[in-house]
């Protein structure tokens, strides 16, 4: 029947060229910087130093891209963290690098020339690990201090060594070796910092911390860096009382390192609230009743210097100082029943030490911030689990009552947290749905998808909705379209058949010639009309639906160009309404499925000339697309690859990007 034959094909296709385009988006950037080495330094760090200034210019243009990025995530992130995010996303590869002699043979002016590369895949995951993790930004804005501190200490000796004489000159000259050896060792420590802790990088890690220390051994972040992979190396319960043994040497080894940070910075809040952690573990571990006074009075200290610092994770902080205290309630409970004499007013002040802590933690709970919410509840419920314990065993009752009714309600706030938690994304496509059904084709994208995609068009051809063919069955269907053909043939044989009409008729009419005749007259009689807007873009999707269709390829290339030349026409505005990159990110949404409030929010905000063009842009893919196919078929490979370099250059078409390369030769 005619709704089977007349299918989504141009729609699929355009998705899936989009999707393939996004999701394997790079973006290249090229950069270069120039270094003029002085007297005293090294050629080396001399080139290392022009590397970093081609590397920060490429990481400001790259801050524009993932700036547009978070923008169309309607996310408002401070520009450090963009920084961030663009120098942790580019992959950088050195395809030029010379020097030249300035002045005098003292002076050396090294260029390199670099090539990096993000794309969005690597913008989300560092933007997920920063999300999650901000001591990345802490690390990464420490180094940026460090490496300008070095920067202008050299700069200062170089201006020394200009008018020193005798053994000023010498002393000098080793002092900008020495500070050249600090350098590589924030060079090393930059790459540590970039490599994740796990198996696979984990002794790699490890042996760029200890080049650090190596280089520089006054730097307490190598030292910090070495704890974390300390700890890291055994996961998870011991399994017999060896490795139990050997969990506790690393964890006691990475204390060492952390009192190495500290003695080298102590106002280093990071390496405070990292060695309290690491020491209750090892409390734990050890199992000692004789030590765990003394560790919980060092962790406390640990904790509160921390936090007096400004660490970052102060509800991890919060939540390790409530567990000291439920542990010594805990302890103070034991005692009272072993001498089976109970005071609940020192419970009760031990037990509100612990829930003010855990207060502090929720406190800095977002709203949005859903597990945020489950383990803040989680622990109030478990807190009161505890004293509940001892209102039993000391048999209030009244108590045990009055508790149990605020534990079950923190226990039901956890849970339905949780549940909301897990159950997000389906309930955002839920309410998605039901917006999309309600309200969809009312916007201005929406208006424009009808037509184009849900034969908005053919309802003018016809005069039946698809309201009414759905409330029919498949034979009351083909029933009504004989009848509607019947009409419209009879209107061309007078000619009175409208653009709408002969291009229906068209797509209906079994024989190739005639089709191909009802489509030259419908299109003609469209361009009569000097269509704008959703008409000119209707043009161009019957030029492209038309070309799919045709067996012959010149005839296919024909409309493929006029195609072409009404996108060319339209492509100048549609660039100042919406960028390319912000089209291509919401068609990678919109493909994947995410029926979510967000997602429908953003295309529900389009305006006219935004929503034109994103469908611009979708025709431009899919014009040159089917160009390059056909023109491949004919052994044209000059004429496809001239296709394939538009959509590799405008579009970052990956498999574009290929197939010109392919074809290069």
Not at 306 to 332: C, F, P, V, W
Request: hydrophobic residues 40%.
């Amino acid at each position: 029947m005619f709704l089977k034959r007349i299918t989504n094909y141009l729609f699929l296709m355009l998705l899936l060229i989009f999707k393939s385009s996004f999701a394997s988006e790079v973006v290249i950037i090229s950069a270069d910087g120039e270094y003029v080495m002085g007297a005293g330094e090294s050629m080396e760090v001399s080139e290392e130093k022009a590397k970093k200034i081609a590397i920060q210019k490429a990481a400001e243009q790259a801050g524009v891209y993932v700036k547009s990025y978070t923008k169309v995530k309607n996310l408002a992130l401070e520009s450090d963290v963009i920084e961030v995010i663009a120098n942790h996303s580019m992959k950088i590869e050195v395809v030029d690098k010379k020097k030249t002699v300035v002045g005098d043979l003292d002076a050396i002016k090294f260029y390199v020339k670099i090539k990096a590369t993000l794309s969005q895949e690597d913008i989300a995951t560092n933007l997920k690990k920063i999300m999650h993790d901000q001591k990345i930004v802490d690390d990464y804005n420490r180094l940026k201090v460090d490496f300008e501190k070095q920067n202008k200490e050299v700069e200062r000796l170089k201006r020394q060594l200009e008018i020193a004489t005798g053994g000023d000159k010498q002393r000098i000259a080793k002092l900008i070796s020495e500070e050249e050896k600090k350098y590589k060792a924030i060079l090393w420590l930059e790459r540590a910092q970039s490599l994740p802790i796990n198996e696979w990088n984990i002794e790699e890690k490890l042996k760029a911390l200890e080049k650090v220390l190596e280089l520089n051994p006054d730097i307490p972040q190598a030292y910090l860096g070495i704890a974390e992979v300390l700890e890291n190396k055994y996961l998870g319960e011991p399994s017999d009382d060896k490795e139990k043994e050997d969990i506790l040497d690393a964890l006691r080894d990475a204390v060492e390192h952390l009192n190495r940070a500290l003695s080298l910075d102590e106002n280093y809040a990071e390496a405070y609230a990292y060695r309290a952690e690491i020491l209750y573990k090892i409390k734990q571990l050890e199992n000692s009743e004789e030590d765990e006074k003394e560790y919980n009075t060092k962790i406390l200290k640990d904790i509160n210097r921390a936090l007096a610092l400004n660490a970052k994770d102060k509800s991890k902080l919060y939540y390790l100082r409530s567990t000291i205290y439920l542990e010594e309630l805990q302890n103070i409970e034991m005692e009272q029943e072993r001498k089976d004499k109970y005071d609940s007013k020192i419970i009760e002040e031990q037990f509100n030490k612990a829930i003010n802590e855990i207060d502090l933690a929720g406190s800095l709970c977002n709203e949005k911030d859903l597990w945020c919410l489950v383990e803040y509840n989680r622990r109030k419920a478990g807190a009161y689990s505890i004293i509940i314990q001892y209102y039993q065993i000391s048999g209030n009752t009244a108590k045990v009552d009055e508790y149990l009714l605020i534990r079950n309600k923190f226990s039901q706030k956890a849970s339905v947290f949780e549940e909301q938690y897990f159950k997000g994304e389906k309930q955002g496509a839920e309410e998605g749905e039901e917006l999309l059904l309600e309200d969809f084709y009312n916007t201005e994208y929406g208006k424009i998808e009808y037509e184009l995609i849900h034969m908005g068009w053919r309802e003018k051809a016809t005069g039946i909705t698809d309201k009414v063919l759905k409330e029919k069955n498949e034979e009351e269907q083909e029933k009504i379209f004989k009848e509607v053909e019947a009409r419209i043939s009879k209107k061309i044989s007078t000619g009175t058949a409208s653009a709408e009409e002969y291009i229906f008729m068209s797509y209906v009419t079994e024989n190739p010639q005639t089709s191909r005749n009802y489509f030259e007259k419908g299109v003609a009689l469209y361009e009569k009309r000097q269509p704008q807007g959703l008409d000119a873009l209707l043009l161009t999707k019957f030029y492209l639906e038309r070309a799919g269709m045709e067996e012959n390829s010149d005839i296919a290339l024909n409309y493929l160009n006029k195609a072409k030349a009404i996108i060319v026409k339209h492509l100048p505005q549609a660039e100042k309404a919406m960028s390319i990159s912000e089209a291509l990110l919401l068609a990678s949404e919109m493909e994947k499925g995410e029926r979510n409030i967000k997602v429908l929010k953003r295309i529900f905000a389009l305006n006219k000339q935004q929503a034109e063009a994103f469908w611009w842009y979708a025709f431009a893919i899919s014009t040159s697309n089917k160009a390059a196919e056909i023109y491949e078929r004919l052994d044209l490979p000059l004429k496809a690859r001239e296709e394939y370099l538009y959509l590799c250059n405008t579009f970052k078409y990956e498999e574009a990007c290929k197939n010109a390369e392919r074809l290069k030769n």
